[in-house]
């Protein structure tokens, strides 16, 4: 008897589980959001141990709090459980009162006009302070936000400095969206000049003005947040009016901005890819 085989005795030891922490998020919108979390920790038991969460991860939540159930299963059906909590709030923005400000992109112009002297088209209903400010109320709602539009079009990135001081006092924005210079190139950058010296001199005197931009944005009462945007490159030709700016000049200027946002403390939007 001694040489028989000693049969191993199941364990009777339950699996145990230890679940993972309360997770708790902030959300934009007033709906629900998937969310994932970690797998709980499970201990003993005899194989094949299974685990079930409800909700599971990646499952999708509601606003406020949600109780999370896990149970697991050895193939003597011992179980455990534990539970924790998913809370999801809704986030409210640090800024209610933004102030887009530039030159005709900001004003929507769309350039369907061909000539200078013809009266450009201002298409205020997609122009991009029209649709910020749609998406911001949308996914923040009963924030009282508002996106006032103080685009100017033909202005140099000069004149529009000297135009933002009084814009701040009139409007007394909590954030503030820079996007200009586009006029400057297209006077020495375009697509056929090319990276001349003045051309290179006008990258240069943009960068500058749009640093004073920062500086006059940051320095006004009330405003928290100074956003810096990119240039985008040209778009199609339309008609025989070209106004196309040259690509090299808009990504030289582009890594000037980036280099100067950091250096002002503004934030940097990077909208030019997108738009590749």
Not at 13 to 38: I, K, Y
Not at 60 to 84: E, K, P, Y
Not at 122 to 151: C, H, M, W
Request: charged residues 15%; aromatic residues 6%; glycine residues 8%.
């Amino acid at each position: 008897c001694g040489n028989d085989p000693v049969i191993p005795t199941p364990s009777t030891n339950p699996p145990t589980m230890t679940c993972p922490a309360d997770v708790s998020a902030r959300v934009s919108l007033n709906a629900s959001q998937l969310v994932e979390f970690a797998a709980p920790t499970v201990s003993g038991g005899v194989a094949p141990v299974t685990l079930t969460c409800t909700p599971a991860s990646g499952s999708r939540f509601s606003l406020g709090t949600t109780s999370v159930t896990c149970v697991v299963a050895d193939s003597l059906n011992h179980t455990g459980q534990c539970s924790f909590k998913v809370t999801l709030t809704r986030a409210t923005l640090g800024a209610t009162r933004f102030l887009a400000f530039g030159d005709s992109v900001t004003q929507g112009q769309n350039g369907l006009s061909e000539s200078l002297v013809a009266p450009r088209y201002v298409d205020v209903p997609n122009a991009y302070p029209t649709k910020l400010q749609a998406s911001l109320q949308r996914d923040f709602p009963d924030q009282g936000i508002v996106v006032v539009n103080e685009g100017l079009g033909g202005e140099f990135v000069e004149d529009a400095l000297e135009r933002l001081r009084g814009v701040l006092v009139q409007d007394q924005p909590d954030a503030v969206l820079l996007l200009d210079g586009y006029n400057n190139l297209l006077n020495w950058c375009s697509q056929s000049q090319g990276v001349t010296l003045a051309c290179a001199t006008t990258i240069d005197l943009v960068v500058a003005k749009l640093g004073e931009c920062v500086r006059t944005a940051r320095s006004s009462s009330g405003v928290r947040y100074v956003f810096l945007s990119t240039l985008t490159p040209s778009g199609l030709l339309r008609g025989s009016f070209d106004r196309r700016i040259s690509l090299d000049a808009v990504i030289r200027l582009n890594a000037k901005i980036a280099e100067m946002a950091g250096a002002e403390g503004a934030t940097l939007v990077n909208p030019y890819p997108l738009f590749q």
